[in-house]
């Protein structure tokens, strides 16, 4: 695996601007002169490598894994909705307590941050039961392996909190896709859930801005503040000194899941990457003359962007990827053409989806060897699980070909929205979504690694093992088609843009609406 630290650091800079791009409210300039987000302190000194700033498994002292409990822990699940206990997977039996952070949630330190945060509610203390009351958490997480994450966070929740009645308001569609336009109408109409999922970075400061979410600083603290959340992670949640959610995982985009025995019938080592996108055209040449009529497949206009993200990766580097999003690379650059033509490529093998197509059923393609490969973040990995696949056997993975060692970051995170009916509420399930015990469980049935550094890898299965390793040595990069690189208006422009080309196939014309995007976002 390269390893680079110097570049590393650069690109992990790059990506702190990246993940700003947008802001309009930047105060910091960093020694690029690109516009970077005033941070808690963390700005000046986010030029390191992920396994410096975003590494899991050692920082942070006490182990997640550390026996003993809460007053509440094994108490009852009534205050919870069915869906908290409806998880079948095995995080649902997660292993760890509630108590190796939420002893924090027992101590004044809950309020001691902005102490405006959230109308000076206070998280409850963990043993009194929490704070009562219904409690809507609004996420995309509606359905299938992507539900099963939910309901295990739910489960702790419901542990951690009994009082606390959890109402599932998610609205079903990958990526948000149909959930975010939902959340910007009720969020207008001052119909705030309790709260929402949103994503570190660029996306997150576009409701920071629309002055739609409180500070959360307080949670934050209470969970631990730096020594358990990477400081370059807490930094994208920052706008003018103030964090705005608590991060419950870590994402990576750029993996490509294989069919091991499709992949065998066209004598293809399913446990190789191809070395770049050109050899991995090659082998899809092969599985095509194997019979394989549709090697790669393939879901609706936000999976698009996310496959298209992962060519620009491959062909622009690190560094230059990361250079789209502060102005440093153009988007009319030739190698933004080469990218385009190596994406209009790679769709001559794939299966010709509809805009509103999901992410599920281009990965079933794979699982049930109708495609050889399907480009989808790591919450796959849950609907491989589900279907009973095994890692290893029935399929394999790898960075997208010519990036091994860029991880493409999202994290999701919990808002505390303004006009949050029970906040009280909300701060109990963001210390929920924070705790060791909450990531643990989530993570394990999500496919994700938890942003918290405290939370071993222990127990957790293979494709996270892998992911936790890859992170803390990777070059990390940030997600376009979810929300860490770009924000909500530049990524529905690139959208659009990509709706269009799967019609029309017209390069020049992709390339120019690109340039037109990034120009209308980044203000040049
Ligand atoms: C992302 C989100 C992931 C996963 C994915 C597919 O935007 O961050 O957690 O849900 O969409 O729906």
């Given at each position: 695996m390269r390893r680079t630290p110097l570049i590393a650091g650069i690109a992990a800079a790059s990506l702190l601007l990246a993940a700003c791009g947008s802001n309009t409210n930047a105060t910091n300039t960093s020694a690029g002169g690109a516009p970077a987000t005033s941070s808690a302190g963390a700005t000046t000194d986010t030029a390191m490598t992920s396994s410096d700033a975003m590494s899991t498994g050692s920082a942070g002292g006490s182990s997640a894994e550390s026996s003993g409990s809460t007053g509440s822990a094994g108490g009852s699940e009534t205050g919870s909705s069915s869906s908290a206990d409806s998880s079948g997977s095995a995080a649902g039996s997660?292993?760890?307590?509630?108590?190796a952070d939420s002893s924090s949630a027992d101590s004044s330190s809950a309020d001691s941050g902005a102490g405006s945060a959230g109308g000076g509610v206070e998280a409850s203390k963990v043993g009194d039961g929490g704070a009562g009351g219904n409690v809507g958490i609004f996420t995309w997480w509606a359905a299938g392996s992507e539900k099963l994450g939910l309901d295990a966070l739910t489960k702790v929740y419901g542990t951690m909190y009994p009082k606390d009645k959890f109402v599932n308001l998610a609205v079903a569609g990958g990526a948000g896709s149909n959930a975010k336009a939902k959340l910007a109408s009720d969020l207008q109409n001052g119909n705030a859930p309790d709260s929402f999922q949103g994503h570190a970075g660029a996306e997150l400061t576009d409701y920071i801005n629309a002055g739609q979410i409180e500070p959360v600083d307080d949670i934050i603290t209470a969970l631990g503040g730096q020594k358990v959340f990477p400081k370059d992670l807490l930094s994208r949640l920052t706008v003018n000194g103030k964090i705005y959610s608590v991060p419950s995982n870590i994402h990576r985009a750029n993996v490509v899941w294989a069919n091991s025995a499709v992949l065998k019938k066209a004598s293809i080592d399913p446990t190789k990457a191809p070395a770049d996108i050109n050899a991995w055209i090659a082998d899809m040449d092969k599985l095509k003359a194997a019979g394989i009529s549709t090697p790669l497949s393939l879901g609706g206009t936000w999976t698009q962007v996310e496959l298209f993200e992962t060519v620009l990766i491959s062909d622009l580097g690190a560094d230059g990827y990361n250079g789209l999003f502060d102005g440093k690379t153009k988007w009319d650059d030739a190698k933004v053409k080469q990218a385009i033509a190596d994406y209009a490529k790679l769709l001559t093998y794939a299966n010709t989806p509809a805009d509103g197509d999901d992410w599920p059923p281009a990965t079933d393609m794979v699982i049930e060897g109708k495609a050889a490969y399907n480009v989808m973040g790591d919450w796959a990995v849950a609907e491989f699980t589900s279907k009973g696949k095994k890692d290893g056997v029935d399929y394999n993975y790898w960075a997208v070909p010519g990036q091994d060692g860029v991880y493409d970051f999202l994290a999701d995170s919990f808002t505390l929205p303004k006009g949050a009916k029970n906040a009280a509420g909300t701060k109990d399930w963001l210390m929920t979504v924070g705790s060791a015990a909450g990531q643990k469980a989530f993570n394990m049935a999500k496919g994700s690694i938890p942003a918290r550094t405290d939370v071993t890898d222990a127990g957790f299965p293979p494709y996270q093992k892998w992911a936790m390793g890859e992170f803390k040595k990777d070059t990390i990069v940030s997600s376009i088609a979810h929300g860490a690189a770009v924000s909500l208006s530049w990524n529905t422009a690139m959208q659009a843009a990509m709706s269009k080309f799967m019609s029309t196939k017209d390069q020049a014309g992709l390339q120019s609406d690109l340039v037109a995007a990034a120009s209308d976002n980044l203000g040049g």
């Open positions: 997660s292993d760890s307590s509630v108590s």
